[in-house]
């Protein structure tokens, strides 16, 4: 079984940026009033910030905005920060790695350690321990981790079932090594690539080299039309292991690291889909009050959806008390994550936007 459990890490704020450019929904031209108003019922998604696709606005632009705003609302120097770690499926090049990017545009020190994570909605639960692990020695003492994607540019206009879903953001969590005021931070992990091929990119990697047949639009049936460099979700694969395993995952956690389930402020549920997430929500009994969402105005935001959730919509609390936080997410891969994270009181940056 894959456990973890930080000690001596503090996180000491958040911080997100989405794009300036907003979606609606409604506005979908390829469905009718009624499917629209159907789908945004199920989904609860009513709008997306969305970059435009043409290289003005990536990923590590928005995590750069969130990060440059958090280090002066910290009163962090540049020149401390040992690690940055940026998690994402939309990096700026194929090589070089984007944090090495973000080393440089943000004027941190050459002796700053920086690495890239592909990964995709369970990234923020990965970053969170692999950063967590490496501060715990003390070796490392703070660290930017910094999450997101703008993986909107991979939805067809023509899919239905995608387009309307997926929105852009930036978060960056700003931790350090601290062995007396530290949070708790318990992990669970749990992979199962044979379903790697239901939530999927087919062509564009060194698997599939992007070939003249990957520009064509092929029928799907069902409203679905989109090319081989576009994403492609079986639904159908998705929903019954989310139902199966998030909640097997949450009870693992809960069983190695006992917490009252009352006690706990808030359960996180990666927003993947206002239905997915309810029928998580009761499999997982967690009190409506307990589980906020922000999908209506952001829609599946991939790995940012918790750090962006906590920012919009926990904002205040989380810099006015101690929050004790359940977490779970699932993601391409398949992967799951989950978390119980007992965090003190941080600095929450407003929410930006570019």
């Not at 939309?90 to 941190?108: E, I, N």
């Not at 209506?296 to 906590?310: D, Y």
């Amino acid at each position: 079984m894959s456990y973890l459990s930080i000690k001596n890490v503090k996180i000491k704020g958040m911080s997100a940026c989405v794009p300036e450019r907003v979606e609606e929904n409604r506005d979908y031209t390829l469905m009718s009033k009624e499917e629209i108003e159907k789908y945004i019922q199920t989904t609860g998604v009513e709008r997306r910030h969305c970059a435009i696709h043409d290289g003005s606005i990536c990923t590590s632009d928005l995590v750069q905005k969130a990060a440059e705003k958090l280090l002066i609302d910290l009163n962090w120097n540049k020149s401390d920060i040992d690690l940055i770690v940026f998690v994402s499926q939309t990096a700026d090049y194929r090589l070089p790695a984007t944090s090495c990017v973000l080393q440089d545009k943000l004027g941190l020190s050459t002796s700053c350690m920086a690495f890239d994570i592909s990964f995709g909605c369970s990234g923020y639960l990965y970053g969170l321990g692999v950063v967590g692990s490496l501060l715990q020695s003390g070796s490392l003492k703070k660290a930017l981790l910094m999450v997101g994607n703008t993986q909107s540019e991979f939805a067809s206009y023509e899919d239905r079932s995608m387009y309307l879903l997926l929105g852009d953001a930036g978060t960056v969590t700003a931790m350090e090594y601290s062995p007396e005021d530290n949070d708790q931070m318990d992990f669970h992990y749990m992979t199962d690539g044979s379903g790697r091929t239901s939530v999927c990119v087919p062509d564009g990697g060194s698997r599939n080299p992007v070939n003249a047949n990957s520009f064509i639009m092929e029928d799907h049936g069902d409203g679905i039309k989109r090319n081989r460099l576009h994403e492609k979700m079986d639904g159908l694969e998705v929903f019954p292991f989310a139902m199966a395993n998030v909640p097997k995952s949450v009870a693992l956690l809960k069983e190695k690291y006992p917490f009252d389930h009352e006690k706990i402020d808030y359960f996180l549920i990666h927003q993947a889909n206002k239905y997915m997430c309810e029928k998580l929500r009761k499999k997982i009994n967690a009190p409506i009050e307990k589980v906020p969402y922000n999908i209506h105005e952001f829609g599946n935001t991939s790995a940012a959806t918790i750090p962006l959730l906590m920012v919009t919509n926990l904002g205040k609390e989380l810099q006015e008390k101690k929050l004790d936080f359940v977490m779970t997410t699932i993601g391409v891969g398949f992967s799951i994550g989950s978390a119980r994270v007992n965090m003190g009181k941080i600095v929450c940056s407003e929410l930006m936007y570019l």
